[in-house]
Structure formats: C-alpha cells, structure tokens
C-alpha cells in the first residue's frame, strides 16, 4: 500500500506542474512592435520547472495596449512606444475573444501596460511629473506647477485668464494689440526708453501734431 505521503506529494506535483504549463498571471515584457494601440512584446525570462528544465516564453503578437484612461475614455494619458521600451502583460481569467472556449489564463488573453522600465535615477522623484527627453511638467508639494519647455511653449486658447501677477523676464511681443485698465496710482509705469512708429493719442490728442497756445500766436509743430 502506498505511503500517504508519496500520495501528498504526488497530488502536490500535479497540481504544481498544471499550474506552471496552464495558468498565467503578469509577466515583464519587452516592446517588438507597437502600432495604433496594438503591441507586439518578448515576455523577459523563461517558464521554469522543478526539474530544472524551463521554456522560453513566445513573442506574443497584436495584445491591446492598455493605456490609463478616465471620464469615459474622454481623458487620458498617452506616449510614444518604441521597440525596447519595457511593459508589464497581464493575463486575463477568461478569454478576451468571442469564441465560447472555457480557457483559464492563456498568454492569448492578455493586454500591456506600459511605463514598467521607469529609471529612478531621473530627476523629479519628489514631484507628480509628466516629462519627455528635457521637457517636463511637474506639480510639487510647495503647491507649485513648473513648465520646463526647452523646446517652446505653444498655447492655443480663446482666452487665457491669470488672477494675480504676471512677470515676464524676457522680451514681451504681441501682435494683436494690448488694452488695459485700473491699477493703483499710474495705470502703467515704465522705466526705461519707449520708441513708437505711429501716433500716440493721450485724451484726444495727437501727440505729433498738436500745438500749444504762446502769447502772440501758437507754437511750431513737432520737430523729427
């Protein structure tokens, strides 16, 4: 009669070597390909066994690249994918497709999440940051949000609203024309030279050919 524990140890291997042959949960991966939400990855590793052999994972082609979304896939958080880039895969419990079969964790039925190959040595681990190469936006725990934009800054809006103080430390260009009002003392004051090329009104005005009354007649015009 056999030992209880040759039985123990018999039902252990079995359930162990179905679940290393039949049964998938999350693997490191690595991109191949990536095109319009659909990847192409090289699981990293191999699947091992206790007798010391092990199997190569396959390249797992065309899985659905899952990217974070919220608001109903209205908002959302996307990046370039290039060949190399790490990714985690996650096995789904039932199949992903239409076909009726009763499959448990198949590789087939798995979708990625990419940003698993995050360097800690980049800058910014105390920040919430969004960064690509150089550029980056970061929200810090001062309650600050810093914009590095190395190459520019583009804004396209209607209209663009600052509550409080705005300080602009290089040279300040507009083309559409500026307007402004109130202000304590002097609605604005410059140090500095101003050059115009064009007229300047001030109360009706026309700063180039107005005159001033002189006794006995009326000044000349402005000199150029």
């Known amino acids: 009669m056999a030992d209880n524990n040759d039985d123990v140890t018999a039902l252990e291997n079995f359930i162990k070597s179905t679940i290393v042959d039949f049964v998938n949960t999350s693997i490191d991966c ?37 990217w974070p979304q919220f608001a ?35 590789l087939v039925d798995s979708y990625v999440i990419p940003g698993a190959g995050y360097d800690d040595s ?8 969004l960064y690509f190469g150089e550029a980056f936006v970061s929200v810090t725990a001062d309650k600050k949000v810093k914009i590095n934009a190395p190459g520019g800054f583009d804004v396209v809006s209607p209209q663009s609203t600052f509550s409080e103080k705005v300080n602009v430390y290089g040279l300040f ?23 115009v090329n064009g007229e300047v009104t001030v109360n009706g005005i026309k700063l180039s050919t107005h005159r001033h009354p002189e006794t006995g007649g009326t000044t000349n015009g402005p000199i150029n």
């Open 30 to 66: 690595v991109v191949v390909s990536y095109n319009n939400g659909r990847v192409t990855v090289r699981p990293k590793g191999s699947k091992d066994y206790d007798d010391g052999d092990g199997n190569e994972y396959p390249i797992l082609h065309d899985l659905k690249m899952q």
């Open 72 to 106: 109903g896939g209205k908002a959302g958080v996307k990046g370039p994918v290039e060949a190399g880039d790490e990714c985690v895969l996650i096995v789904c419990q039932n199949p992903m497709d239409d076909s009726g079969d009763n499959r448990k964790y198949s």
């Open 122 to 129: 980049i800058g910014g681990n105390d920040d919430m940051r």
């Open 173 to 195: 260009t507009y083309s559409a024309g500026a307007t402004g009002s109130g202000g304590s003392g002097a609605a604005m004051a410059v140090t500095g030279n101003i050059n």
